[in-house]
């Protein structure tokens, strides 16, 4: 018997500004739409590229739903906006028994998600890895073991990331962002033959205050297992609410919400994703935190 569908009892409010400077020819890869999912709908979705400038299309072997864009000399503001219902049930709320496949039973099209790519350079942590975890159940207990150690044992510091950083590094520093935290549990599950792949999507604060009221881009990992995917998130470490997929892919490479070609930067950058009223904000209205439902303790729900 398939699980019956969620119930999607929550609003959200998602989106970003980007604004880009470019003193020559210059052209952007843009990965902003949002995936499809079982645990949310999108009631409404745009995406405005600046001043209509020309753009192509192209779904990529992740699923991806990828724009190149040609910028203009001078400034670009690209806007994505999007009002989301979304289920009020945490990750992994229905974890089914999880049978854990060898190598020659995997799917083949996951096998990809099993190898060491850019920034999760698995093979470099093979040691570390069976020292540490190679005495745990393999699964979805040695997937729980990895997430906890990273979260106790690395520290989170805001604005550290660097784009030069592999799993590798993150471990032997210690710290760094999401990014980091994310490409390090792919590399340690990769090392047990543990299908694992970089997720980029946004997050909101649904039944957990943020007193520094951060709004980004947010990354994490999924890992397949049983004929499933699911999360694991070492940066908080605890079930959340109201996922939503940007992007999936072997690490960061995959994930980035822009590649830059040529001679531009990005000026101005803005994230958010918020709880909201249903049919209290309409797309493209400025962005009002006041009116935010989430960043507290307790769930509002639409009804």
Not at 66 to 72: K, S
Not at 201 to 222: K, N, Q, R, S
Request: proline residues 7%.
């Amino acid at each position: 018997m398939s699980p019956q569908p969620p119930v999607l009892d929550l609003t959200l409010r998602v989106g970003c500004c980007l604004t880009y400077e470019a003193a020559g020819p210059a052209a952007l890869l843009l990965n902003l739409q949002l995936q499809p999912g079982a645990y949310h709908q999108v009631l409404a979705e745009k995406l405005v590229l600046g001043q209509n400038m020309p753009c192509e299309k192209h779904t990529d072997v992740h699923g991806n739903r990828v724009l190149r864009v040609q910028l203009p000399r001078g400034g670009s503001t690209i806007t994505h906006d999007a009002i989301v219902k979304v289920s009020s049930r945490p990750d992994n709320h229905e974890l089914p028994p999880v049978v854990v496949a060898d190598i020659g039973r995997l799917p083949m099209e996951v096998l990809r998600y099993t190898l060491p790519s850019r920034y999760c350079d698995s093979d470099k942590l093979t040691h570390f890895a069976w020292e540490k975890f190679g005495h745990i159940e393999h699964g979805w207990p040695r997937v729980q073991a990895i997430s906890l150690w990273l979260h106790q044992n690395i520290e989170y510091r805001y604005y550290s990331g660097r784009p030069d950083l592999s799993a590798w590094d993150v471990l032997q520093r210690g710290y760094g962002v999401c990014r980091d935290f994310a490409h390090l549990a792919i590399a340690l599950n990769r090392t047990f033959n543990i299908p694992a792949r970089y997720i980029t999507g946004h997050l909101p604060d649904i039944g957990v205050p943020d007193p520094m009221g951060h709004m980004d881009f947010h990354a994490y990992a999924e890992v397949y297992l049983g004929g499933h995917w699911f999360t694991t998130d070492a940066r908080f470490h605890t079930p959340r609410i109201g996922r939503i997929t940007v992007s999936r892919g072997l690490d960061a490479v995959d994930g980035a919400f822009s590649t830059i070609y040529g001679g531009a930067f990005l000026s101005y950058f803005q994230v958010w994703a918020y709880q909201i009223i249903p049919g209290s904000v309409a797309i493209g209205d400025p962005v009002d935190l006041g009116l935010r439902l989430d960043n507290r303790d307790d769930i509002q729900r639409d009804f």
